[in-house]
């Protein structure tokens, strides 16, 4: 059976990226020390701040990677499979906020102090946001997976596709860097969502 195109939504690549703490804000950049918004995200509230730290692991080292805000209950740091093999760690896939049993043995450097985390470095689950009204208009609820479909000279269709519905979310399909990369995708190309 042929699959069912519900609706199109814009991509958003996912870049390597780190949410910190409210604790790991004032651990690496100083006591007090608030993140500083340089650009809006696709999802209102959220944004790109100055702040960059870097990653050390087991067996590399990547520097200047960005900070989202505004800050988290806990740390997480979401990276592509080709950063995970850079860093040396084996990090699950998982949907954002999961942290229980994933990888650790990596530290975040600031300006002002390191923390090294013992959980909370994901491969982020590709997901798709959307609100309630577009959830309805596609048949789909929330946790739903779903299919995407990308076309162009490296057309291919990604499978096992989180959706995560509320309210404050923009339509907005996230991919990783590596993802997006074998698609041939840029930020702002549509791609099909399937059934």
Do not use: Y
């Not at 990596?106 to 909370?120: E, M, R």
């Amino acid at each position: 059976m042929a699959d069912k195109v519900l609706g199109k939504a814009p991509v958003g690549i996912s870049n390597r990226h780190v949410h910190l703490s409210a604790a790991d804000v004032d651990k690496l950049f100083g006591s007090g020390h608030s993140l500083t918004n340089i650009k809006d995200l696709s999802q209102p509230g959220q944004f790109a701040a100055d702040e960059t730290v870097t990653l050390v692991g087991p067996k590399g080292v990547i520097p200047r990677v960005r900070v989202l805000g505004p800050t988290r209950g806990q740390t997480q740091v979401e990276i592509s499979r080709t950063d995970a093999f850079a860093l040396g760690v084996r990090p699950p896939v998982r949907d954002s906020g999961d942290h229980e049993g994933s990888a650790g043995q990596v530290t975040v450097v600031g300006p002002n102090g390191a923390v090294t985390l013992s959980k909370g470095i994901i491969l982020a689950k590709r997901h798709v946001h959307m609100t309630p009204a577009d959830a309805e208009r596609m048949g789909l609820q929330n946790k739903d997976l779903v299919k995407i479909r990308c076309g162009g000279p490296r057309a291919l269709t990604f499978e096992q596709v989180l959706v995560r519905v509320h309210e404050d979310f923009a339509l907005d399909c996230h991919l990783d860097t590596d993802e997006a990369n074998a698609a041939m995708l840029n930020n702002g190309d549509e791609v099909e969502i399937l059934r």
